[in-house]
């Protein structure tokens, strides 16, 4: 938990300046929040739902708890196994966790992940989702993806120095130093990559003395040790860092650091003879991001097997089964259902408060785990945005040295070129980091009105873009206090120090990315398919 007690200094400073530095021309700019039912999730905290009375009994034979990626996988692989009776409960009023996609102005956008890396062979699972999508399939003994899918080109750029240069990597103008870093990172990666297995999902990892010694330190302190101290690299380090943990280099341990590039195609200096891999750094993108891909796994679940506006507020097994209380916002009734078993796709710290009699390992895990706030904001825009000099337009566009991590195009998918409305996503992490020294993020969440974040939002991007606040016509924001896991130095020795498939106690299997360690689709979908075949009985691979 990011400390209070310095969050008011801070914090006002930092609200000041963006109010500051806000466009006058804001004001015609309507929004609001969306998305997150904040009172709804304060409740089981505040303890307001505890010790009620149960108005209503039901029963089925496996209840998933958590509607979000890994809830979603548990109850299809259910029903793969051929296990049709089950229930899934989720506390928002749509399933799918921070992969939900949402509409702005009737423009589809993503209202948390947006993108999916093309899996390796090491999470075949994944692969097999997308199979079944669609999404890839096997041509001439080789697997193809959809190019419809795959991010269209350009894929990224960042505005540096005044104008945009294609990629995320500060190239144009940088010192002959800066580039001899860059290679010398690339060699590190590489080395470690030879060295120990780094894999997503991490349970296929190998961790062995040299990757627990990684986890053991912050990244910016390894960083250090190895005498790479150039700013602009440690500046994309830290960047990719808010952008995969929530929280800065120097609060993630270095195998974090490291696993971010050695578990997929490694880090490329600029002008290598990967630079121009067409298969380096393919993602698979949609309108409204991952919602694409969560809105699949929830269809072919019937109404009456798939509740939202649940609140679970107590799972307790008992000596034939699991007992499981949810509060229904919907009805205002407290609903208690017997199952045989139970799967827990729940945040750690909720899973800790909601379980009785938590065994040892979920207390432990609950403790050790910090948790990053975010803010996505979606903009909705009556025309196309005026560029400065440099790269095209791209779907990911970064702005360097700034609070936020750039903005994605939700038009960019188009096959229609012709330059109309869209909307942009920007992306802000208030976990701990330089940008955010001192600030308590949840606080911030909790007490900023929506107006905030978009001068906020408005001040830092136009910088690029002079005119966004003339364009803009609504601003949606969606607050995450706990929106993923931070993978802290010493996080993997906490949570076992070796990688586990599946985490069970009795009737109850866990299920979700907290046990990975850090939060990405792979993870949360990978283990609730885990667990979902182990309910039914079925072994996995």
Not at 159 to 177: A, D, I
């Amino acid at each position: 938990m990011i400390g209070r007690r310095r969050f008011l200094g801070a914090a006002a400073g930092s609200l000041a300046l963006a109010a500051c530095q806000a466009p006058s021309s804001a004001s015609h700019i309507e929004g609001g929040f969306d998305g997150i039912d904040m009172a709804r999730g304060h409740a089981l905290r505040d303890g307001s739902l505890a010790g009620k009375a149960p108005d209503e009994s039901r029963r089925t034979r496996v209840l998933i708890a958590g509607g979000g990626v890994a809830g979603l996988a548990a109850a299809r692989a259910l029903r793969l196994a051929g296990v049709e009776d089950f229930v899934l409960l989720e506390l928002e009023d749509a399933m799918g966790g921070n992969s939900r996609g949402t509409m702005v102005k009737g423009l589809p956008c993503p209202m948390g992940a947006h993108y999916l890396p093309v899996p390796g062979d090491d999470a075949p699972e994944v692969q097999d989702l997308l199979e079944e999508l669609g999404l890839r399939r096997r041509v001439a003994g080789r697997w193809e993806y959809d190019e419809r899918h795959l991010c269209h080109s350009p894929q990224e750029r960042l505005f540096f120095e005044g104008q945009w240069q294609e990629g995320l990597l500060p190239v144009q103008g940088v010192p002959g130093r800066t580039l001899e870093q860059y290679r010398c990172f690339e060699a590190l990666v590489e080395s470690l990559r030879q060295q120990g297995h780094f894999a997503i999902p991490m349970a296929r990892s190998v961790l062995g003395p040299e990757q627990l010694a990684l986890d053991a330190q912050p990244f910016d302190a390894w960083l250090a040790r190895q005498g790479l101290d150039d700013p602009h690299l440690r500046w994309y380090l830290d960047y990719c860092c808010r952008d995969d943990y929530g929280a800065g280099s120097g609060e993630v341990s270095a195998w974090a650091g490291i696993h971010y590039f050695a578990s997929r195609h490694g880090f490329h200096a600029p002008g290598g003879a990967a630079d121009d891999s067409p298969e380096r750094d393919a993602v698979l993108t949609w309108p409204e991001g991952n919602g694409w891909l969560t809105r699949r796994l929830a269809e072919p679940l019937e109404a009456r097997r798939a509740l939202c506006g649940q609140v679970v507020t107590r799972i307790a097994q008992t000596r034939s089964g699991v007992e499981i209380d949810a509060f229904d916002a919907v009805r205002r009734a407290l609903v208690r259902w017997q199952a045989e078993h139970c799967i827990v796709a729940l945040p750690v710290f909720v899973a800790a408060r909601v379980v009785q009699s938590p065994p040892d390992f979920l207390r432990q895990a609950a403790a050790s785990l910090r948790h990053a706030p975010w803010t996505v904001a979606n903009v909705h825009l009556r025309a196309p945005l005026a560029d400065r000099p440099g790269a095209a337009p791209s779907w990911d566009s970064v702005l360097y040295g700034t609070r936020g991590l750039g903005y994605v195009d939700a038009g960019h998918q188009r096959l229609d070129p012709t330059p109309r409305e869209t909307v942009i996503s920007w992306y802000r992490p208030l976990g701990p980091s330089r940008y955010d020294a001192g600030v308590d993020g949840r606080r911030l969440l909790l007490e900023r009105p929506w107006g905030g974040w978009r001068d906020e939002l408005l001040a830092e991007l136009s910088a690029a873009h002079p005119d966004l606040a003339e364009l803009a016509t609504r601003v949606q924001v969606t607050r995450y206090g706990h929106a993923m896991a931070i993978p802290t130095p010493g996080l993997l020795a906490q949570l076992g120090g070796k990688p586990q498939r599946l985490v069970r106690e009795g009737r109850l299997a866990f299920a979700h990315a907290d046990w990975s360690g850090y939060s990405i689709f792979e993870e949360a979908f990978s283990r609730g398919h885990w667990a979902g075949l182990a309910v039914a009985g079925r072994p996995s691979a």
